[in-house]
């Protein structure tokens, strides 16, 4: 693995703990953390708080310069195999197959707090 690659990896690394974080400071209850799946990965699985409907929560997390960057590095193909991600993780959990599912981002940027978008897509 290049120096650039590890690098890379650990600012991954911490934007999810950084992510995981914010979720649990708003009484998320996070399941699961870099989840992989065949054609896919999920980078925090998390459920509702306990006073909300509950639903089952896949969340993208992107760490870049900007809030806008990171938001437009998340394309059809990326929702595509976190849906397919999702999917695989509710079918190895059958106690969580009925819930409903939302798929979430959380954006950080240097500077700025952390930006959780609810609902961000759906799936197609």
Known sequence: MTLERERARARGTAAEWMAAAVLRAK???VLARG????????????????WAPRTIVFVEVRARATVEAAVDSVGAEKRRRVETASRQFCAQRPKLKALPRRYDLIL?????????????WRPE
């Open 108 to 120: 950080l940027a240097p500077g700025r707090l952390p930006e959780h978008i609810k609902d961000a």
């Open 35 to 50: 989840f992989r799946a065949k054609g896919g990965e999920l980078d925090i699985v998390a459920l509702t708080p306990p």
């Open 27 to 29: 009484f998320y209850r």
